[in-house]
């Protein structure tokens, strides 16, 4: 089952603690759709986000990793930032999703976000 790119915003924002999440395609940098409680500036977040995952990708391919990058966490004292990268064929997408650390469930978070992004139709 598919599900549109709204549908999976408001799935993971439905997570316990989720301050604010963003699809993006990392290649242009562009946020194809944002869900965000109070003033948390995701646009500025997931054009920075990009970078990371730019450069993650492109040190994976120097040191010669074949594999694919999953997931990269951030966690700061009072939040967790994580970036689900979605690698198919010509789209090339991350879902970014802060989530408030001390209502937020680390594990869940992840499996849901693995589902969503195996879910998503672009």
Same mark, same amino acid.
């Given at each position: 089952?598919?599900?549109?790119? %709204?549908?999976?915003?408001? $799935? ?6 989720a ?7 990392? $290649? ?11 003033? @948390? ?8 986000t990009?970078d990371?995952?730019?450069?993650q990708? *492109?040190? @994976? *391919? ?7 990058? %999953? ?9 967790y ?6 690698? =198919? ?10 989530? $408030?650390?001390e *209502? ?5 978070? =992840?499996?849901?976000?693995? *589902?969503?992004? =195996? $879910?998503?139709a672009?």
């Open positions: 089952m598919s599900q549109s790119i %709204e549908t999976a915003l408001k $799935e993971v924002m439905a997570l316990d603690g301050a604010g999440a963003s699809l993006v395609d990392y $290649e242009s940098g562009m946020p194809l759709g944002i869900k965000v409680t109070g003033d @948390f500036d995701l646009d500025v977040a997931s054009a920075v990009t990371i995952v730019r450069t990708v *492109k040190a @994976f *391919k120097a040191l010669q990793i074949e594999d694919s990058i %999953e997931d990269i966490l951030i966690s700061l004292d009072t939040q930032h994580i970036i689900r990268v979605i690698d =198919r064929g010509e789209d090339r997408l991350f879902l970014y999703v802060a989530l $408030e650390r *209502k937020a469930n680390l594990a869940l978070a =992840r499996l849901t976000l693995r *589902k969503i992004a =195996r $879910e998503l672009v």
